[in-house]
């Protein structure tokens, strides 16, 4: 050329670009036929069995109350884990559970408060009282269910839950609500904003729900020791 480059040589006809010759069949020196074709179809009829399922097992071995979905779900917040929690009146945590996002509250009512109500036997039988459940269990709309309200009159549980609007007893002026005692729910939305001060919680990191649920045990702990020894909770 004029410039004094050199073209680069011409490849040689008949050779390809791969150099492994062993595992290039018959089929895919064909002319017509692309050299990834036959690997491609292999991928398809004769998949490999994948490896991520064996963590899987391994995790169900070692965890059997982990469940299948971990504790994860996609709700309007995002995809995260849901946790319920009860608290006394003071604030003070009693029980809690976790579930996926899009699971919804009052499928977990139940068994969280029957965890709240074994919590308060043990500590009032130190205390020698008679009263072992409370009298009264304050709720949002989420829990303002036919089921919760009758369990919780077979509990002897006065509901403290406003109805939905959808339902007749909310337009019902002979049905009473007690909003002086509604108020007190505020403790819980304050507990859960002192829990979720902590990175662990705010921000789940754990893969397996029985990791993460152990956080939230954690964080209850160092909340009663707070309080058992320090004057300012």
């Known amino acids: 050329m004029a410039d004094g480059v050199r073209p680069f040589s011409q490849l040689a006809q008949g050779r390809g670009?791969?150099?492994?010759?062993?595992?290039?069949?018959?089929?895919?020196?064909?002319?017509?036929?692309?050299?990834?074709?036959?690997?491609?179809?292999?991928?398809?009829?004769?998949?490999?069995?994948?490896s991520s399922g064996r963590g899987w097992e391994k995790s169900l071995q070692?965890?059997?109350?982990?469940?299948?979905?971990h504790a994860l779900g996609r709700s309007k917040g995002g995809f995260g884990t849901k946790f319920h929690v009860v608290v006394d009146g003071a604030g003070i945590p009693l029980a809690i559970d976790i579930s996926a996002?899009?699971?919804?509250?009052?499928?977990?009512a139940e068994s969280v408060i029957s965890q709240a109500i074994a919590t308060l036997i043990g500590r009032r039988r130190q205390k020698r009282k008679r009263r072992y459940k409370p009298r009264q269990l304050a709720g949002d709309k989420a829990y303002s269910t036919r089921r919760l309200r009758d369990?919780?009159?077979?509990?002897?549980?006065?509901?403290?839950?406003?109805?939905?609007?959808n339902e007749k007893a909310r337009h019902d002026p002979a049905v009473w609500f007690n909003r002086f005692a509604?108020?007190?729910?505020?403790?819980?939305?304050?507990?859960?904003?002192?829990?979720?001060e902590f990175r662990r919680i705010?921000?789940?990191?754990?893969?397996?729900?029985?990791?993460?649920?152990g956080m939230l045990q954690l964080a209850m702990i160092r909340r009663y020791l707070r309080l058992l020894f320090s004057d300012s909770a």
């Open 101 to 108: 996002g899009e699971v919804h509250e009052s499928t977990r």
């Open 62 to 69: 070692r965890h059997p109350d982990e469940p299948a979905d």
């Open 151 to 165: 369990w919780l009159d077979n509990q002897n549980i006065e509901p403290i839950i406003p109805h939905k609007e």
């Open 182 to 196: 509604y108020r007190g729910r505020a403790v819980v939305e304050q507990c859960v904003g002192w829990l979720k």
């Open 17 to 50: 670009l791969c150099q492994n010759r062993r595992n290039i069949t018959s089929e895919a020196r064909q002319p017509g036929i692309h050299r990834l074709a036959v690997v491609v179809r292999r991928r398809l009829q004769c998949p490999r069995r994948s």
């Open 202 to 213: 705010a921000t789940r990191f754990e893969k397996l729900a029985v990791h993460f649920h």
